[in-house]
């Protein structure tokens, strides 16, 4: 489980982010993740509860923000939103698509206290 190691990832950059005196907890932690980032969000939330235990973000809310998958179509020149990476072009039916976006993951941002 994958999940697992991108949760210790996060911890690593939320205890960094959090590591001043004066922030006592972490409350709230939202992540930008896209359509293509091939997480499985079930996972990456009973991961959370897991490797959280003795930091900062112990008892944290995470909430994920879902991403579109983007593309560029080579047919009609325009950057589109998709379903799926093997989506024809929404707007013309092109089937000559580029991924540009949606396999990102990443913190937007994080409550502290």
């Known amino acids: 489980m994958h999940e697992m190691s991108l949760c210790e990832g996060i911890r690593r950059v939320v205890e960094q982010a959090a590591a001043a005196p004066e922030i006592n907890r972490v409350s709230k932690v939202r992540l ?13 939330s ?12 112990e008892g944290a809310e995470l ?11 080579f047919d009609c020149i325009k950057t589109v939103e998709i379903e799926d990476r093997l989506d024809p072009c929404p707007e013309c039916g092109g089937g000559k698509l ?4 949606g396999d990102e993951m990443r913190i937007k941002d994080m409550e502290v206290q």
């Open 32 to 44: 930008e993740i896209g359509r293509f980032a091939g997480v499985e969000k079930d996972a990456l």
């Open 46 to 57: 009973f991961a959370w509860e897991i490797v959280m235990r003795g930091s900062k973000a």
């Open 63 to 73: 909430i994920m923000i879902d991403l579109p998958g983007k593309a560029m179509c």
């Open 98 to 101: 580029l991924p540009e976006g």
